[in-house]
């Protein structure tokens, strides 16, 4: 039965699964909900069938941009079982920044140690966005170098300060960026609509419904390819035809004289077709940018419709263990909601890429087509590359069943209209490298 019976919570090795942390957020015995998170207010519900609360330990952060700035603890709220309380959290309120996001961080743990855990480990946990206040402290004003374009037969090359930045007019994507005499993308960025199938896929008969997905760009072509100087800014434009579904890809390219590049990726598709395993576009950067940083979801992969688990906050991986081995490789690695996501050098150096307003992220010392060629994850291939994917999103992995259901409807990309935006920026250590 091949790896159909290997593929549980917990792993024949007794490796937890990333589900596994899915499946202790979603039954935790204490619910801890917003009731007016301004003033402090939660309301806590114990879900135990027989206990009360009063062997927990309630405590809480505050974080800004996913880093710490202050704490405390929560007296223990006396609720017998399945009842509910409000209860107050005394926080102190951060000075807010703009484009910053603070966020009110509640755990509950064990007070003493149990048979089955040590005092200190986590029950339950929950996560709330704390509202900015009316009155934000001014961010200082951005000065933009000037910039310039150049144009071959087959190429556009515009340079700024620091930075150039080569687009193939051929195939209407960037072949070359560089920045301070550093190389960040060794492929790409590229158009990505396919998935390494995992094993719902299979179940679902997903590789051969999706197939049309698969490579979608190569049986398409390049219309038009344009660019125009506005201000300290090139904008460069090319419109794709695509074979499946007849879609029509449009591409603008915005370059900025301090070497950052806004992409806009909108996807129109002219007939019906199925659903599309994802969104994105997918590149290559040099193997020496091989930590990732992000501020989402994590820091275990997370999905679509398997993101409870995972809290937003500032996490960071070597690329190396950004992924999950599953049994038999498949889609791995993959985190939502992220505002931003790096890729660095040991010095700090590397590529940022920050969601206009949201990203779905990956990051492997890998290419994509390793996940499916190989039948064990001892058996992927370390490549002299980090792929990274920066997805607008992907279909939801179900697991309802692994015989044939689907991702539910509501956790699907449907084939219709989509665009989506990010912005890249060259980072150089010790100036502008995210926390780490």
Not at 57 to 83: C, H, L, M, R
Not at 144 to 162: H, M, Q
Not at 259 to 279: M, T, W, Y
Not at 292 to 306: C, I, K, M, S
Request: proline fraction near 7%; glycine fraction near 8%.
């Amino acid at each position: 039965d091949g790896n159909f019976v290997t593929d549980g919570l917990i792993f024949p090795d007794r490796t937890p699964s990333t589900g596994l942390i899915e499946y202790k957020k979603v039954i935790e015995p204490v619910l801890i909900e917003a009731e007016d998170i301004r003033r402090g207010k939660l309301k806590v519900t114990n879900r135990y069938d027989f206990n009360s609360l009063d062997h927990l330990n309630f405590d809480y952060t505050v974080e800004e941009e996913g880093v710490q700035v202050s704490s405390g603890t929560i007296p223990a709220p006396k609720v017998s079982a399945w009842k509910s309380k409000v209860i107050s959290v005394d926080y102190a309120k951060p000075r807010f920044v703009p484009g910053k996001e603070y966020w009110l961080n509640v755990k509950a743990t064990l007070a003493t140690d149990t048979l089955w855990a040590k005092a200190g480990h986590e029950v339950a946990w929950a996560q709330f966005r704390i509202p900015a206040k009316e009155k934000e402290v001014a961010a200082p004003a951005v000065i933009i170098p000037k910039i310039s374009c150049s144009e071959t037969r087959t190429a556009l090359t515009v340079a700024g300060n620091d930075c150039s930045v080569v687009f193939d007019s051929v195939r209407g994507n960037i072949s070359s960026y560089n920045f301070s005499g550093r190389k960040l993308i060794s492929n790409g960025p590229k158009l990505s609509f396919w998935r390494a199938p995992t094993d719902n896929d299979n179940g679902n008969n997903a590789p051969r419904r999706l197939k049309l997905w698969k490579d979608p760009v190569g049986e398409g072509k390049v219309s038009k390819v344009d660019a125009a100087e506005k201000g300290n800014t090139v904008e460069i434009t090319a419109k794709l035809a695509l074979g499946a579904a007849g879609a029509a890809q449009t591409l603008r390219y915005t370059v900025y004289g301090n070497g950052d590049v806004v992409v806009d990726n909108a996807f129109e598709p002219s007939k019906n077709a199925p659903e599309l395993p994802r969104f994105g576009m997918r590149m290559a950067l040099p193997a020496q940018y091989g930590r990732l940083t992000w501020f989402g979801r994590g820091p275990q992969e997370n999905y679509w419709d398997r993101l409870t688990g995972a809290a937003v906050g500032l996490h960071t991986l070597p690329v190396a263990e950004a992924w999950f081995p599953y049994v038999e490789p498949q889609e791995t690695g993959n985190r939502t909601d992220v505002r931003w996501a790096a890729l660095t050098d040991d010095a700090g150096n590397g590529l940022l890429a920050v969601g206009m307003p949201l990203l779905q992220v990956s990051a492997w010392p890998f290419a994509q087509e390793d996940l499916e060629g190989n039948e064990h994850a001892c058996s992927v291939p370390c490549r002299d590359f980090t792929t990274f994917n920066v997805d607008m999103g992907q279909t939801g992995v179900g697991g309802d069943d692994s015989w044939g259901a689907k991702p539910l409807d509501k956790y699907t990309l449907d084939c219709k209209p989509y665009e989506y935006r990010f912005r890249l920026t060259p980072l150089r250590a010790g100036k502008n490298a995210p926390e780490q």
